[in-house]
């Protein structure tokens, strides 16, 4: 089964503090993504990598920056949390479009849930 | 710009009242939709894959279909176990590799 681990399930930081979410993925996946979900917004796309140190802007990438060193791992990194970052934020990953073992189904962490005060 | 809308936001239904959740999509062109389940506190989790109009795929008792406008999430006889939140997602021809959520569609199920 396809594993994609969020380190943290639960964050509480205050503002302006550094935050850091990881996520790691072991089923050899070129892609990651990092969305974040709200109640009525539904999931918005933060930014996604297509392969190890690319990265390409989601819908909403102010405030967040990424970092992809190693193929199967993903970090977000809020450089100066504020509270409108409090949100529930989910990793997922996926083969690449050109890999012929794509589906283009994404598969999901169970999400880090951050409390900025 | 490409566009998910899912309706109802919401549903209540009574253990073995069955019915349909409906999807509609805006693409330039549909490479996939995709159907997931979101229980509480937990990450989505795949259910299934349309790529062409005219296409079924069912899980237990769930049903999903796909027209050129539009998909269904049927789901017949419900259980209480089957409350959670369903998102669809598209993705879309032209290279890009994200998925485009809808905002989801919360099912409860009485028993």
């Known amino acids: 089964d396809v594993k994609v681990t969020q380190s943290s399930r639960y964050l509480v930081k205050r503002t302006g503090e550094k935050v850091f979410l990881e996520c790691v993925q072991d089923?050899?996946?070129?892609?990651m993504f990092w969305y974040r979900q709200d109640p009525g917004l539904g999931l918005r796309l933060i930014y996604f990598?297509?392969?190890?140190?690319?990265?390409e802007k989601g819908d909403i990438p102010e405030g967040y920056s990424v970092s992809r060193e190693k193929k199967e791992r993903f970090s977000l990194i809020l450089e100066s949390a504020s509270t409108n970052q409090t949100s529930m934020y989910l990793c997922?990953?996926?083969?690449?479009?050109?890999?012929?073992?794509?589906?283009?189904?994404?598969?999901f962490g169970e999400g880090s849930r951050l409390t900025v005060l | 710009e490409d566009q998910v809308t899912q309706s109802p936001e919401a549903l209540r239904l009574q253990e073995g009242e069955s019915s349909s959740l409906n999807c509609s999509y805006t693409v330039s062109g549909l490479r996939g939709l995709f159907w997931y389940r979101q229980d509480p506190g937990k990450g989505p989790e795949f259910l299934f894959t349309?790529?062409?109009a005219g296409e079924e795929k069912e899980k237990e008792r769930l049903k999903a279909t796909l027209t050129k406008k539009e998909s269904f999430l049927h789901i017949t006889a419900p259980k209480p176990e089957d409350s959670a939140t369903y998102l669809c997602a598209v993705q879309t021809q032209g290279g890009s590799e994200k998925l485009v959520f809808g905002k989801g569609m919360k099912l409860t199920v009485n028993p």
């Open positions: 089923m050899d996946h070129e892609n």
């Open positions: 349309l790529y062409s």
């Open positions: 990598s297509y392969d190890v140190k690319m990265k």
């Open positions: 997922a990953s996926s083969f690449s479009m050109t890999s012929d073992t794509n589906t283009g189904e994404l598969f």
